[in-house]
């Protein structure tokens, strides 16, 4: 029996010529992604064309109550509350976090604590609860123990819708921020730690100089949905009479009876407010995260490149 030659193409260009094209890739027709695409579009249309011609919506008394100087000291309101609210969460929840990662146990127990509380409690509940402490504490007095009162005030006078609502939106987000903070602070390599301790760092020094910028690369994300999620949850402050945004809209259509017209003028602020944030958020992520982006890519490449 003989054996029967197979031809080998040859290795120069006429050979290489007659090779199939293995590393041409064609795509493939999805046609249940076109469908889901066309199906989204045309409800997404659908959605804004209903909106733009509901005449229901009333638009000329939504533009004319857009800028009302009423309208705009709501906002004002809210806008204040939300900076107070995430100032108040961001210097007590690193304080929390810091406590909670301290080697002294009534410290560590303490900030668990607060932590489990003020994320347990609803924050209406809680907002609730501190318009009305002064039944359960009806005046506030500073003395010497087991001697005289040095100062008392009634607790209405002390704490109002304001103050109530500052420390109910400051606490609850306080408890967040301190896990956010504290998963940050925990993503730094130890290595950064001995190195800065070995250069003579002090704790409060390698605090500020080492860990916290490459902590924040970690930290900005979910601050930032905190962020915005404070701005949405100021609304709850008008339950107890504080003139936000949302009480400022009440107010007009409990006396006018356009109800839908003013609800649309708070949804197009929070609308707005939310996206320049979000936007805002985008920009500080890139700023805190560039260096490790860099150092990502070039691994990428020197992996691909093996």
């Known amino acids: 029996m003989s054996q029967q030659s197979i031809p080998v193409p040859l290795a120069g260009p006429q050979g290489t010529a007659e090779l199939p094209d293995v590393a041409r890739a064609e795509k493939q027709w999805h046609p249940w992604r076109w469908a889901l695409s066309i199906f989204v579009t045309l409800l997404v249309l659908r959605f804004f064309i209903l909106i733009a011609t509901n005449q229901n919506l009333q638009w000329p008394i939504v533009a004319n109550y857009l800028f009302n100087p009423v309208v705009l000291r709501g906002l004002g309101m809210t806008l204040w509350l939300t900076f107070l609210a995430m100032a108040v969460g961001f210097v007590l929840g690193t304080a929390l976090a810091l406590f909670r990662m301290s080697t002294i146990a009534p410290l560590s127990y303490f900030a668990l604590g607060f932590t489990w509380l003020f994320r347990s409690v609803p924050t209406l509940v809680l907002l609730i609860f501190l318009y009305n402490i002064s039944i359960l504490v009806p005046t506030v007095e500073i003395g010497i123990p087991f001697g005289p009162v040095l100062w008392s005030e009634r607790t209405n006078d002390l704490v109002t819708p304001f103050v109530a609502a500052t420390i109910g939106l400051g606490f609850h987000k306080a408890a967040y921020m301190s896990e956010i903070i504290r998963a940050g602070l925990l993503s730094v390599d130890d290595g950064q730690k001995q190195a800065a301790t070995s250069l003579g760092m002090s704790s409060a020094t390698m605090l500020r100089r080492v860990i916290l910028p490459q902590a924040m690369r970690v930290i900005i994300p979910p601050t930032g949905s905190e962020i915005i999620s404070t701005l949405k949850l100021t609304s709850l402050v008008s339950v107890i009479s504080m003139a936000d945004l949302l009480y400022t809209v009440e107010t007009i259509y409990a006396r006018t009876f356009q109800t839908i017209p003013l609800l649309v003028v708070a949804c197009l602020w929070y609308l707005i407010l ?10 500080i992520e890139k700023y ?7 150092r990502a890519g070039t691994s990428d490449h020197s992996a691909a490149q093996e």
């Open 274 to 283: 939310t996206s320049i944030l979000q936007i805002g958020q985008r920009y």
């Open 288 to 294: 805190f995260g560039r260096g490790y982006r860099s």
